[in-house]
């Protein structure tokens, strides 16, 4: 049976990090199912994510995952019209375990094969809520990325600012692991900002002032510099004032070159998206900043918001609509770009 557009099924595989999910998405809007099994408790052990555990723990769980997707769905494989697999960027064994396994569902099903990247996804993680509309603003803000996206038109997405070390992510988990709390410290940095009378004052990293990159790497410096300083004086140190100081530099930094970012190009949609979207001051303060500039802000909800497979499938439609499919010997790419992987070439310009 020829199944149209907005009836497309779409099974997606997860693999880039520490979940195994796989999910299936009708029409790239409607989530029939979304498994997520997450390695976390195996990586807190060690403090951080261990590649070649997690590789193995793909391994381990990546048929069951994508069985019960098709199972919570409803949907036998012959009904499926593409399979989505995680292409890049993320950790390179683990990437293997997910395309291999799409790569031989498609191979026996004999159905398209889309190879889909990563921060694409958490960008349409969005689409699973709401209506985007273009011109529109993608502020990443994971793990492993950190970035302003520019979406003209649909599935084409110019960076017009990126980190130039760390991660927002990376730096949480940085500063929660120097504040002794559990792997990953991003939740529990924000929850002990949230309970802080006072804030430690902190460095904003702006860098030049028509740059919409990023650096945390000093703010980084100066959380852990407070902590020996403390340390050699002997004196107590008051956590949830650097916790508080801490998010204060880092929201004050991403909302304000968001906001910028959005009026210089007169965007009608700001959308928030990656793991660190969950951080309630962040949420917070981009939707006071956003209602005063009536400028409507999409933010997913937390499921969706930290890795999970259905966001892989709604990207994914984007390659679906355009008939554009990968080989079956699609390669892991832990590089791979963004705007490359456009639905078609990205404009000149910008920043
Ligand atoms: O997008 P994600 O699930 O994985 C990557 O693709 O990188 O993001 C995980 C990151 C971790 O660094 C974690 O500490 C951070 O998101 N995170 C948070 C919060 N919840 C998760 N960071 C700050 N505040 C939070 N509430
Ligand atoms: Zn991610």
Redesign the pocket.
Known sequence: MKVDESAALILAIET??D?TSAAVIRGGKEILSNIVSSQIETHRLFGGVVPEIASRKHVEVITLIIEQALQEAGVQPRDLSAVAVTQGPGLVGALLVGIVSGMSLAMALNIPLIGTH?IAG?IYANALVNEIQYPCLALVV????TELVLLEEEGVFRIIGRTRDD?V??A??KV?RALHFPY????H??RTAAEAETAVQLPRSWLEPDSYDFSFSGLKSAVLSAINQSRMKNQPLDVPALARGFQESVIDVVTGKAMRAARQYGVRQLLLC???A???GLRARLTELCEAERLPLLIPPHSL???NAAMIGAAAHLKWKQGQFDELDLKADPGLSLEAWSVKPVPAGGN
């Open positions: 880039s990090c979940e990563h958490h994971s793990g492993g990325h991660a992510g990376e949480y988990d929660a990953p410290g991003g939740p940095v924000d990656g793991g660190v969950a951080n309630r918001c930290t890795d």
